[in-house]
């Protein structure tokens, strides 16, 4: 049985064919001295043979493996330091790794979940998943993926006992939604000093006391302890390396909030720190 036609030396498109590649990066890899440029023939074009295909070849797989081309070309020179380069590759290669099975388990998580609730981490998603239909409020998820951004899953699982409790009781729903109401008067036409801030602070701090001891009589936080158990498990998803601090964090989140509006905020914080003076007044029957 005959041969096929086999060429002697091919033109630069069939070499790019055969290797995978396109004729522009077979011309970079001369301009940067990676693969020598064959002579070219008599009509002007380069020819291209057999121990070209086999650098070109080599060229392509350890491209296709990530390998720069600046230690692709230290490689066949057989330079040392190879080592470190190929070490930094295979860091980076597992970094990527994790990267794409964490996001395999946010997209899980979201078809399991079928709502938005799935792309918060899965401490915040185990806490609330199990709610009612229609219990956990659109605005209630921008506020844990806020707080999640800011103080990390475990600030935003630590909140999610506010939304537990505010599902599964509804006067202090209806008190919640009041105290919006009213928060939302505080304006630029309000002055810092309207002596209304001071009793809408009040009524905010006997809320949120009343709301800590439904948490502390509903066990939440011994749910909590539960999935901290399990934290590790959650470890890989926290470390993203883009984590800002709390403070710098909240400087660059624009909440658009008034003069009066930040000053009744204030004023809840050194209430409720105030009565946290008092001590735990709420006995734990879990």
Known sequence: MPLPAMPRRIKIGDAAAFAGTTPRAIRHYHAIGLLAEPKRGSDGRRRYGYDDMIRLLWIRRMADAGISLDDIHAALKGATGIEQSLARLEESLTSKAAAIEAQRAAVKRLREVGSPLGLLSPLVTGRLRDLPPGALR????????????????????????????????????????????????????????DPRIEDLAAQRCDHESAMEATIERSCLEEALDVLLDRQDEHASEEGDGTRMSATEAIGKMPYNFSPARVRYEERVIELLHSADQYGDTNPRTC
């Open 138 to 193: 659109s605005a209630d998820l921008d506020t844990l993926l806020v707080t999640e951004r800011i103080f990390g899953p475990l600030g935003a699982a630590i909140q999610a006992n506010r939304f537990i409790v505010l599902a599964t009781h509804p006067e202090l729903r209806t008190e919640e939604d009041r105290l919006a109401e009213a928060e939302a008067v505080l304006d630029d036409t309000m002055s810092p000093d």
